[in-house]
């Protein structure tokens, strides 16, 4: 599997864009990198996911560098509601649909 | 609506106890899967399912048991062998299977089991 390192935990101003980065120096070519984010107590929350090209959507930005070794995800205006903890996924094809979580990035968007 | 759904949300059994965890969704969603989520914790893996009839041992499934008798449902049965069975649970679907992985998955609520 390849695996994620994203940082223990990041605070955001509220109305201000929150930039997560995440490692995933030994992902392979047919892998995507996926996000999630969970709110306390909650089933986790799909966010977005690419291959190589960079993506948007109404959520967020999804950054992943040319040789696919890291990627930011872009909160562009961070709200309240956005505080959650963030997980950066590689999806494993040769384990058919296996989804591996890590520890995530815990994000507080304060006032 | 289309979802998936975990009940009950709220669980209480006594040690020693089998117990059931249920999960539903009409998604028509081929694989399905089961997490553990301790306090302050990741979620781990514990089985999951590509198609009906067939499913593997995630990172942590000693303990536990599934059935994947119809394509909407995946129980979670926990033993009395898991030894530390109090935990959030969260079942999950996708459309993906060996062939397409390009595709998100949804979770239910989860259900908090407390074995006292």
């Known amino acids: 599997d390849a695996k994620t390192t994203q940082p223990t935990s990041m605070d955001c101003a509220e109305g201000r864009a929150a930039n997560l980065p995440c490692n995933h120096s030994t992902i392979s070519g047919n892998e995507y990198v996926y996000w999630y984010r969970q709110i306390h107590s909650q089933g986790p929350q799909y966010i977005i996911h690419g291959l190589k090209n960079n993506e948007t959507n109404e959520m967020a930005s999804l950054i992943i560098t040319e040789d696919r070794k890291s990627s930011t995800l872009i909160l562009p205006h961070a709200t309240l509601r956005d505080t959650a903890v963030y997980y950066c996924?590689?999806?494993?094809?040769?384990?058919?649909?296996?989804?591996?979580f890590g520890g995530g990035t815990r994000v507080l968007v304060k006032p | 609506d289309g979802g998936i759904t975990q009940s009950p949300k709220y669980l209480f059994r006594k040690e020693g106890q089998n117990v059931t965890l249920s999960c539903e969704q009409n998604l028509n969603h081929d694989a399905m899967y089961w997490y553990r989520q301790d306090p302050g914790q990741g979620l781990r893996l514990i089985y999951y399912?590509?198609?009906?009839?067939?499913?593997q041992k995630g990172d942590i499934a000693e303990g536990y048991s599934v059935s994947r008798e119809k394509k909407e449902s995946f129980p979670l049965t926990v033993t009395s062998a898991q030894k530390n069975p109090t935990a959030f649970y969260l079942c999950?679907?996708?459309?993906?299977?060996?062939?397409?992985?390009?595709?998100?998955?949804?979770f239910g609520q989860g259900t908090r089991l407390t074995v006292v």
């Open positions: 399912s590509q198609i009906v009839n067939d499913f």
């Open positions: 999950a679907s996708s459309i993906g299977t060996a062939h397409t992985m390009n595709t998100e998955a949804f």
């Open positions: 996924i590689v999806r494993v094809k040769a384990a058919g649909n296996k989804l591996t």
